[in-house]
């Protein structure tokens, strides 16, 4: 089995685009980050990272390190930073912890790449290497949700870079449907595995069809819809949960539908983010309604 080192991530070897909507109140120092977690993390279902969560992990997979006290005061560090927008530390911190970082690490890289990298061959390239990551995560600890939901979210972000088109004919579509599902089936609840569901079905029915996509990837427009309510039932005041229930629909009905996608991206706007991430979503939909 091989698991990611530090040294075997690519670095940035220059400073990543700083978060362009710094905040004290995204901070969550000290206590303030276990005492806010259950809101912060109501999408992703992450497990707050005691001392006795890394334990536990470490008792499964003695390989990832000894010191849980250490790994859990650097995780929440490393989580710390991600909430407050210091992306490339949240990256680089989580990436040097392994597997057991691997949740932080994939997502403060995949959102400072979605929304604050411009270039194509650089979004790309950040994709593969978190990619690279959550496989050695899955290797590492496969009875952990988010080691099935980041290598979905990787893949997805990838298969947007090089359209629906090649990402279908490389089989992608199917490692994310895989991934999706093993995370829906170790949380049931979790709520942007449901939206990344839902985007999944809108994505091949918009491109393919809706014939060819119920008959060769079991993608419909129904399931579609169902999935991404339920993201927004399960997690109501999240901005991403309204902006990609727009984004179905788009995908799905073109302009037939543009005031509900409107109404959706208008709610996305209205909400009060509580971290750097909810931050960088709401500005997105101001953007979209303006």
Known sequence: MHIAR????????????????????????????????KDLHAGDQEPFPDEKRVAALLKRQPKLGKDA??????????????HRGDFQQAYEAGGALKALGASVAIK????????????????TARYEELIALADAAV??????????????????????????TKALAQGLAGKVRE???????????????????????????????????????????????????????????????WIEY??????????????EVAEAWDKAARLKPRDAMEALDVAWAREQIE
């Open 246 to 259: 727009g984004n179905g629909l788009l995908l799905l009905h073109g302009d037939k539908r543009e005031d």
């Open 139 to 164: 290797a590492a600890l496969p009875d952990e949700a988010n080691s099935h939901y980041r290598r979905a979210f990787a893949i997805g972000r990838l298969s947007q870079t090089i359209s629906i």
């Open 6 to 37: 530090a040294e075997d991530i690519t670095m940035a070897k220059k400073g990543w685009v700083a978060f362009p909507h710094p905040d004290k109140a995204y901070d969550y120092a000290g206590d303030k980050l276990a005492k806010a977690w």
């Open 69 to 82: 006290a250490a790994i859990a005061s650097a995780l929440q560090d490393a989580w710390r930073a991600f």
């Open 179 to 241: 991934s999706l599902d093993a995370t829906l089936e170790l949380a049931p609840k979790h709520a942007e595995a449901e939206t990344a569901l839902g985007l999944y079905h809108a994505e091949i029915v918009g491109k393919v069809g809706g014939m060819l996509a119920k008959l060769t990837y079991g993608a419909s427009a129904t399931e579609a819809e169902k999935h991404l309510k339920l993201a927004l039932k399960l997690t109501p005041a999240a901005p991403i949960a």
């Open 108 to 123: 403060a890289g995949g959102i400072h790449a979605t929304y604050l990298l411009d270039d194509d061959k650089a979004k």
